[in-house]
């Protein structure tokens, strides 16, 4: 299993270009989510999914889209970059029960750094 | 805003010795996890404690909750130089469960 992984890992991209980020998962988890990490913020949610079709907003949603098409890749958008949009973003997944018991554990991606200058 | 806060958000020990972090959270929670960051990498879950736990082991972490009081801590014992990481605490609260929110995480670092 590769588990979750994040394509690409370095971006820099200049102010109001556009970008797709592309989250992958082949542990067949429900759930999957978008964290973005700045330096002393921790992570924040920026966006999540609890099924293929299904999105929800995080904390942090403004600037960004998803999409959940299939099951196993979740896809997040800017369509026109900012500098505040400078960050790593990490991706993660998971599956509320695993081996018949009951889990929340997520799964993280090795992350992507993105530089808006 | 962040429901976690982590403290202290700085630790340096010598190896061999314990380190202790603290986690304070807003409101009522299901469960909450701790997961640790090496530097450039995605986060490691480590931990999770439910709400009716109060204490929780795995190998040299020990986990408490008090929810009376809004907060955890993660005991590591006989730390060791590989130990040196960042540490979160991320919460689910009681509406969903699948929504996490992270604290600002700890930096440990321990000296060989």
């Known amino acids: 299993n590769a588990g979750v992984t994040q394509t690409p890992k370095f971006r820099v991209l200049k102010t109001g270009q556009s970008m797709t980020l592309l989250c992958a998962q082949d542990m067949n988890h429900e759930y999957m989510y978008w964290y973005r990490q700045d330096p002393g913020m921790g992570l924040r949610l920026i966006h999540y999914s609890v099924g293929e079709g299904t999105t929800a907003k995080g904390e942090v949603p403004d600037g960004y889209n998803v999409s959940r098409l299939k099951k196993q890749n979740f896809l997040l958008g800017l369509e026109s970059a900012a500098p505040s949009q400078t960050s790593v973003y990490f991706c993660a997944s998971s599956t509320r029960v695993l081996a018949g018991v009951s889990t929340d554990t997520q799964y993280f991606g090795p992350g992507t750094r993105l530089t808006v200058l | 805003s962040q429901q976690g806060e982590e403290d202290p958000q700085a630790l340096s020990i010598q190896e061999g010795e314990n380190a202790t972090m603290n986690c304070s959270y807003k409101t009522s929670i299901n469960n909450l996890q701790w997961y640790r960051q090496n530097s450039g990498r995605g986060l490691v879950h480590l931990i999770l404690?439910?709400?009716?736990?109060r204490e929780k082991h795995s190998g040299r972490l020990r986990v408490t909750l008090d929810t009376s009081k809004k907060s955890s801590s993660l005991l590591i014992t006989a730390s060791r130089a590989a130990d040196t990481a960042s540490y979160f605490c991320?919460?689910?609260?009681?509406?969903?469960?699948?929504?996490?929110?992270f604290g600002t995480g700890t930096r440990l670092k321990v000296l060989a």
């Open positions: 404690i439910r709400s009716n736990e």
């Open positions: 991320a919460t689910a609260g009681t509406s969903g469960t699948y929504k996490y929110i």
